[in-house]
């Protein structure tokens, strides 16, 4: 009885060892198999400003933004904190 267990335990070490083996060789055969592809070699735009990147145009931009009052939006907090 002893033998049949030691050669089931061989049997079993030896199924999972190649069941690791299938595996791992298949996880790389799928890792040989997804091309890269290399990085384009577009050209890159050039560094000269467009026309719309002219200072008025960039300062009408900021004028154009809205800014909070933050001192309003405090007192607003504020205000409501003390309510409660």
């Known amino acids: 009885m002893n033998k049949a267990i030691i050669i089931i335990t061989v049997i079993i070490i030896l ?27 577009a050209p890159q735009q050039s560094a000269t400003p467009k026309e719309s990147d002219s200072v008025s145009d960039i300062n009408a931009d900021l004028e ?18 003390n309510s409660l």
Do not use: C, H, M
Request: glycine fraction near 4%; proline fraction near 4%; hydrophobic fraction near 40%.
């Open 15 to 41: 199924a999972i060892i190649g069941v690791a083996i299938w595996f791992y060789w298949s996880q790389t055969r799928n890792l040989e198999s997804i091309q890269v592809e290399p990085p384009s070699t």
């Open 64 to 81: 154009g933004i809205e800014t909070i009052d933050l001192d309003k939006e405090f007192k607003e907090i504020d205000d409501d904190l």
